[in-house]
């Protein structure tokens, strides 16, 4: 099946551009997503990308997305204190757009 | 405001006993999905509901059952036959639409079997 992989940790100095990684093995995914999640709560949508999408930005997000290599990657500019948190990616499972198949997600810490 | 509210935000639990987590959504989505979160195990999904009164079974459905008699609400009940029910779970909802699945999540139940 479908198999969503991230590394767990990330540690940035403040000011610094952070950049997290996700490798998947379903390249049928059309859509791929990440999310953020803060210590206590639930998931939050930071944003997209469609699968015939190489780039995507908004704001201080950067996606990217490498097809051949189904690698995945999440560029935040200016990081700062708040956007510590957990972050996660999310395709679609193969063949089956209603579920989605989340990474273990990674851990950004971001320090002064 | 439209969104999806779970409650209650921490519940407790007697070995043996079973209990029902709510969810709600009132932003009009037809599918709705529960998760199990795990430390450092990310997501992983328990039931989903792509229409009222049919559900399917997620990855993780031994020792839980669900219901969706309505479009807004899907309750999630543990079963005392959940063998490691302590976690965080997080429910959330979708509209499919042309292979775009954006599932927008509830701030969660922490659930602890004492």
């Known amino acids: 099946g479908e198999d969503v992989e991230q590394s767990l940790f990330l540690s940035v100095r403040e000011g610094d551009s952070s950049v997290i990684n996700c490798t998947y093995t379903d390249s049928s995914s059309t859509y791929l997503y990440w999310y953020k999640q803060e210590p206590g709560a639930g998931l939050q949508l930071l944003t997209y990308?469609?699968?015939?999408?190489d780039m995507k930005q908004d704001q201080r997000l950067t996606v990217l997305l490498n097809k051949k290599d189904k690698h995945l990657s999440l560029r935040i500019a200016d990081t700062q204190t708040g956007d510590s948190a957990i972050y996660f990616c999310a395709g679609g499972g193969s063949y089956n757009t209603d579920k989605l198949i989340f990474g273990t997600g990674t851990r950004l810490q971001v320090f002064p | 405001d439209g969104g999806i509210t779970q409650s209650p935000k921490y519940l407790f639990r007697k070995e043996g006993q079973n209990v029902t987590l709510s969810c709600e959504q009132n932003l009009n989505h037809d599918a709705m999905y529960w998760y199990r979160q795990d430390p450092g195990q990310g997501l992983r999904l328990i039931y989903y509901s792509q229409i009222v009164n049919d559900f399917q079974k997620g990855d993780i459905a031994e020792g839980y059952s669900v219901s969706r008699e309505k479009k807004e609400s899907f309750p999630l009940t543990v079963t005392s036959a959940q063998k490691n029910p302590t976690a965080f779970y997080l429910c959330?909802?979708?509209?499919?639409?042309?292979?775009?699945?954006?599932?927008?999540f509830g701030p969660g139940t922490r659930l602890t079997v004492l």
């Open positions: 959330a909802s979708s509209i499919i639409s042309q292979g775009r699945n954006e599932q927008f």
């Open positions: 990308i469609f699968s015939n999408m």
